[in-house]
């Protein structure tokens, strides 16, 4: 099972990027990355999701070395309305014994 | 439009009372699970159906039942519901393995167990 690790708040302003980085040593060969972001009183919503290497889709990029224990989710510019929780999975969804959980996240707070 | 729905929104409930929390999405998604969400706890996943007739537990299914005799509805039932059953529940589909691993998520439900 691969446990990931986040921190659980962080702050920023208008403006900045936001790096967030999940940490996963124990990840494995066919799992996946995946991030996603909640705001309140909604269900959470698919961001991101890669293997290797960078990914980058309109929203956001993501960061993945080599070795794959680790993983940093990029905002470009954040506005208030970035203010959410963002979650990191790892984990082959389509596995019998599904392992896919989502942790307490990271609580990201954009200030004006 | 695609989307996966539940109902109710908002429900209030005495401990002991049967209660039926409904999810349909109508993406023909073969993968369905329910998750809660506490405060500081994050979502932990209840069960998960990869597809018709095919359910499994996930983290924290004690005192949950569910069923999947329709591809497009996955319902969450509480036989006898107590207070620490009280929380925010999603319900949320995803597509086939060939593809994507994301998850559609329906708009939550809010139980309050009393």
């Known amino acids: 099972l691969a446990k990931t690790t986040q921190p659980i708040s962080m702050d920023s302003y208008e403006g900045q990027e936001v790096n967030i980085t999940c940490s996963h040593n124990n990840i494995a060969t066919n799992d996946y990355i995946t991030w996603y972001q909640q705001f309140p009183s909604q269900g959470p919503r698919f961001i991101i999701q890669?293997?290797?290497t960078k990914v980058t889709n309109e929203v956001a990029s993501l960061f993945i070395p080599a070795d794959r224990k680790s993983s940093t989710l990029s905002l470009p510019r954040v506005s208030l309305s970035d203010t959410a929780v963002y979650y990191c999975l790892v984990g082959d969804w389509f596995k019998v014994n599904n392992d896919m959980r989502f942790g307490a996240g990271t609580r990201l707070t954009v200030k004006p | 439009e695609a989307q996966v729905t539940q109902n109710p929104r908002y429900l209030i409930t005495v401990t002991g009372k049967k209660l039926t929390v409904t999810c349909s999405q109508n993406m023909n998604h073969e993968y369905m699970s329910w998750y809660r969400q506490d405060p500081g706890l994050g979502l932990r996943q209840i069960y998960y159906s990869m597809n018709v007739e095919v359910t499994d537990k996930g983290d924290v299914p004690e005192g949950y039942k569910v069923s999947r005799k329709e591809k497009r509805n996955f319902p969450l039932i509480l036989e006898s519901p107590s207070p620490n059953q009280t929380s925010l529940y999603f319900c949320?589909?995803?597509?086939?393995?060939?593809?994507?691993?994301?998850?559609?998520f329906g708009p939550g439900t809010r139980l309050t167990v009393t």
């Open positions: 949320a589909s995803s597509l086939s393995r060939d593809i994507d691993y994301e998850q559609y």
């Open positions: 890669g293997y290797k």
